[in-house]
């Protein structure tokens, strides 16, 4: 069955530092593939998506792109932020007509001042 | 302002009793989902809903049941059925579109046992 991976928190950094979260999946066909980002007891807001391969989603400075070759699609920022904690979940949909997401068990990011 | 609202924010729940989450959207959105988040853990589906009158069990069914009688209402019912309630409750809804369909979630219902 499609899964994915992500790498287990939490990580932590000092604010400008530079933010990678790494993300593998194994699916069944041509996946989308989805940052959300979630924020103390709030729901999940999409942060950004890549529909095919090579693909470069982008968003409030973060970035993924989506390597097929290395079924990856590890996020990065270049300078955190305090406000930039939270946690944050890798997924994937698979067109098949119904198109429900597969999430990975999330990472938790603290980032301090 | 469109989006997609859950009430309430916290719900308790005795021992024995059902209890009804509510999700309401205004994107007009065909397609709503139900999920449950658990600490250190992924989302898991619980039911979804492509079209109104219509509804398919996802990974976690059990102890739950659900309705879609209006495009914009999708509302979960946690069942005495389910044994381990305590959970972060969240509704979503998609929109359509091929691959550039999305799913946009609401603010969630955080579930207690009393």
């Known amino acids: 069955g499609d899964s994915v991976t992500q790498m287990e928190g939490p990580v932590t950094l000092s604010e400008e530092a530079f933010l990678t979260i790494n993300c593998t999946y194994t699916?069944?066909?041509?996946?989308?593939l989805f940052w959300y980002v979630q924020y103390p007891g709030e729901g999940l807001q999409l942060l950004l998506k890549a529909t095919k391969a090579d693909d470069k989603g982008s968003n409030k400075g973060f970035e993924a792109t989506y390597r097929k070759e290395t079924t990856s699609f590890h996020l990065e920022k270049g300078s955190v932020q305090v406000s930039d904690s939270a946690v944050y979940f890798c997924?994937?949909?698979?067109?098949?007509?119904?198109?429900?997401?597969?999430f990975g068990k999330g990472t938790m990011l603290l980032v301090s001042p | 302002d469109g989006g997609i609202t859950q009430s309430p924010k916290y719900l308790f729940r005795k021992e024995g009793q059902n209890v009804t989450l509510s999700c309401e959207q205004n994107?007009?959105?065909?397609?709503m989902y139900w999920y449950r988040q658990d600490p250190g853990q992924g989302l898991r589906l619980i039911y979804y809903?492509?079209?109104?009158?219509?509804?398919q069990k996802g990974d976690i069914a059990e102890g739950y049941s659900v309705s879609r009688e209006k495009k914009e209402s999708f509302p979960l019912t946690v069942t005495s059925a389910q044994k381990n309630p305590t959970a972060f409750y969240l509704c979503?809804?998609?929109?359509?579109?091929?691959?550039?369909?999305?799913?946009?979630f609401g603010p969630g219902t955080r579930l207690l046992v009393l």
């Open positions: 994107l007009n959105h065909d397609a």
């Open positions: 699916a069944t066909g041509y996946p989308s």
């Open positions: 997924a994937l949909s698979v067109n098949s007509g119904y198109s429900t997401l597969t």
């Open positions: 809903s492509q079209i109104v009158n219509d509804f």
């Open positions: 979503a809804s998609r929109t359509s579109g091929g691959a550039q369909e999305t799913q946009y």
